[in-house]
């Protein structure tokens, strides 16, 4: 059984969701959005410094999946998500958890089967996949979804290292 901590990283909102890897199955534990004021980037940082630290101590997940900078229009907005993701990381790595990071494109595909998907999109297979009653916010959606992204990562790296020598060739199992 792994505990897993998704990241969905924002200087104005940062989406999270925690499961849990048992064998195949996923499980839902929690989900959520650490809401920032509208104050300076640095008390936003320290909140959410704050707040991934608080849900770690209270879930205790031993991993993180986090989404890595996209490129925006505006570099400033860039600047502040890759502040908001150091804020998370930083929380993570004192707790001693595993990071992995994973492009938006990447994580959408592992969840919806398209890297191009919509956040509609993206919160319905959530819902689907972890057999949720109600519909996450879209933050908290996202979050789950990184989440989702690591544990299907996880499983996979799993298995081809259980497998035995050979027996895969080029993607396919032979």
Do not use: W
């Not at 999946?65 to 993570?92: C, D, H, T, W, Y």
């Amino acid at each position: 059984m792994t505990r897993i901590i998704g990241i969905d990283p924002g200087s104005q909102r940062t989406g999270y969701g925690v499961i849990e890897l048992n064998d195949n199955d996923l499980v839902y534990l929690a989900s959520g959005v650490v809401k920032l004021p509208k104050k300076s980037l640095a008390i936003r940082l320290q909140i959410i410094f704050e707040g991934v630290k608080r849900i770690i101590d209270q879930y205790q997940p031993t991993e993180l999946g986090i989404e890595e900078v996209f490129m925006s229009k505006n570099p400033g907005s860039a600047l502040k998500l890759g502040q908001a993701r150091g804020a998370a990381i930083v929380a993570a790595a004192d707790a001693g958890l595993d990071i992995s990071e994973y492009s938006a494109r990447s994580i959408k595909k592992s969840v919806v089967g398209v890297g191009a998907a919509s956040k509609n999109q993206v919160q319905k297979m959530v819902v689907q996949l972890l057999k949720l009653k109600d519909i996450p916010s879209e933050d908290a959606a996202d979050g789950l979804a990184v989440a989702i992204c690591h544990g299907y990562s996880r499983r996979g790296i799993k298995l081809l290292a259980k497998s035995e020598s050979g027996r895969f060739s080029r993607g396919r199992y032979l």
